[in-house]
C-alpha cells in the first residue's frame, strides 16, 4: 500500500514563528500535494508539484511556501505564522498527472497557532 | 469562486435504506470526478471515480452517476451501515490538473 507519512499529527506554534511542515510518501509517485481543510469550507488546494524542484501555487498560497528537493518530500512553510492558519494540513501525492488511481492522503497535521 | 458544490452540508439515513449524495460543477471543462470519504482524525481515502466519457460506475455498494448535460453527480450507496457515517467530498479535475473539492457532506447511517 502506498503511504504517505506527515510527520506531525498535532502541532501548536505561535503568532509569527516559521513552521515546517513535512510529508513524505514511499511509492515514487510525481505528483504531491498539499491542502488544508477548514469547516465549511472543504479541502483547499494551497501548493502543489508535480516534479521535483517544481512547485505551482494552488488557490490559497498567500502567507506558505513549499520547498521539494526530493521526489518522496514536500514540504509545506509558514513563513509567519498567524492564527488564520490554524487549520487541519492534509499532504497528498498520487503517481501519474492523469488521475486513474486518485490520490493518497495522508492522516494530515491539526495546526494551532496561537 | 466555488467550482464543486455540495449544497447539503449534513444527511442522516437509517441503516439499511439507500443514501444518495450529490455534487453540482460549473466547470464544463472537468473531466474526470472522484468521490472521497474521510473519517474525523483520518486524511480522505479515495472511495469511486468516473470518468467525464461515462455515465455511471459501480463498485459494490457504490454507485456514481454522472448527468453532464445538468453538471451534476451523485453518490448512491446501497444499503447504508453505519460504518459508512463520514463526511464525504466530491471532487473534480481537468486534463489531470489537481483536484478541486466540495465542502464535503457529513452522511450519518443509524441503526
Known amino acids: 500500500d502506498v503511504k504517505v507519512t506527515q510527520s506531525s499529527r498535532y502541532l501548536v506554534k505561535r503568532t509569527g514563528e516559521k513552521v515546517f511542515l513535512e510529508c513524505v510518501q514511499d511509492?515514487?509517485?510525481?505528483?504531491m500535494f498539499w491542502y488544508r481543510q477548514d469547516p465549511g469550507l472543504g479541502l483547499r488546494l494551497i501548493y502543489f508539484?508535480?516534479?521535483?524542484?517544481?512547485?505551482e501555487k494552488g488557490d490559497i498560497p498567500e502567507g506558505y511556501s513549499v520547498s521539494r528537493e526530493k521526489k518522496e518530500r514536500f514540504s509545506l512553510i509558514l513563513e509567519s505564522a498567524s492564527t488564520n492558519q490554524t487549520s487541519m494540513y492534509l499532504c497528498?501525492?498520487?503517481?501519474?498527472?492523469?488521475?486513474?488511481?486518485?490520490?493518497?492522503f495522508g492522516s494530515g497535521t491539526r495546526l494551532t497557532v496561537v | 469562486d466555488q467550482q464543486v458544490k455540495q449544497n447539503s452540508p449534513s444527511l442522516s439515513v437509517q441503516e439499511g435504506r439507500i443514501s444518495i449524495l450529490n455534487c453540482d460543477y460549473t466547470n464544463s471543462m472537468f473531466d474526470y470526478f472522484l468521490w472521497y470519504k474521510k473519517y474525523p482524525a483520518e486524511g480522505p481515502t479515495f472511495l469511486i471515480s468516473i470518468s467525464s466519457i461515462k455515465d455511471k460506475n459501480e463498485d459494490g455498494r457504490f454507485t456514481v452517476f454522472l448527468n453532464k448535460s445538468a453538471k451534476h453527480l451523485s453518490l448512491h450507496i446501497v444499503p447504508s451501515q453505519p460504518g459508512d457515517s463520514a463526511v464525504y467530498f466530491c471532487?473534480?479535475?481537468?486534463?489531470?490538473?489537481?483536484?478541486?473539492f466540495g465542502k464535503g457532506t457529513s452522511l450519518l447511517v443509524t441503526p
Open positions: 497528498a501525492s498520487s503517481r501519474y498527472r492523469g488521475l486513474a488511481y486518485g490520490y493518497t
Open positions: 508539484s508535480y516534479d521535483v524542484k517544481m512547485k
Open positions: 511509492m515514487d509517485h510525481e505528483n
Open positions: 471532487a473534480a479535475s481537468f486534463s489531470g490538473y489537481a483536484l478541486n
